[in-house]
């Protein structure tokens, strides 16, 4: 079994659309099935489940961190109205789940109620996701071919994303940056989320 973009398409769109949105929500979608190639996006019981959605958060949380590097973009967190929208979609991080894999993680000596982890789920979660952070970025450099692809891509997205590098010629007059001239003029401008990119994404 697998959680599919279609899966997390409301909450993508809350999560990745910084500016315009189809550019943004069309990087996070490939990302996605780049890790979906690789079976981070697989799991086999309940527990796996709930790993796989905390990548799909701290994969949006990256983005934005992006964005906040790149752009001067806050990143604007909000992992409580997340978890609402995940729950619209039918999808729940049980507390009860989350105190297992905090346990087996950071190895709790007493148990958490499930009220207190109720209470504590926005801190937990974004406690728990960052443990995914570098899974998630090891099979975005080998989904999108190295390190610097990966900046590229991600630059492109918050203009124009065209993954196929296809010539789409019908809503644009200017031409469009592409992967090779992003990388062949890593500017001041771009030195410093290029930067970050190259030391694994870390936590802001």
Not at 14 to 42: D, H, P, Y
Not at 75 to 90: F, H, M, N, R, V
Not at 94 to 118: K, M, N
Not at 176 to 188: I, K, P, Q
Request: hydrophobic share 40%; proline share 3%.
């Amino acid at each position: 079994m697998k959680i599919t973009w279609a899966d997390l398409l409301e909450l993508g769109e809350e999560i990745f659309i910084i500016w315009t949105g189809t550019s943004e929500l069309k990087w996070a979608e490939t990302a996605w099935q780049k890790l979906e190639e690789q079976g981070f996006t697989s799991y086999k019981d309940d527990l796996q489940k709930h790993i796989v959605l905390l990548r799909f958060f701290i994969l949006g949380v990256m983005y934005r961190e992006f964005c906040q590097m790149a752009f001067e973009e806050p990143a604007d967190l909000d992992i409580s109205y997340w978890l609402d929208i995940l729950e619209g979609e039918g999808l729940y991080l049980s507390p009860f789940r989350l105190g297992q894999i905090a346990d087996s993680q950071y190895r709790i000596d007493e148990a958490l109620d499930a009220e207190t982890v109720e209470e504590l789920l926005p801190s937990i979660v974004s406690d728990l996701m960052e443990e995914q952070r570098d899974i998630v970025f090891s099979g975005l450099k080998v989904g999108f071919g190295s390190e610097s692809l990966l900046f590229a891509h991600l630059w492109l997205s918050a203009r124009s994303y065209d993954d196929d590098d296809d010539d789409d010629d019908d809503d644009d007059d200017k031409p469009r940056e592409t992967v090779e001239e992003v990388l062949a003029s890593v500017t001041y401008d771009k030195m410093p989320a290029f930067q970050w990119v190259s030391q694994r994404m870390p936590s802001l």
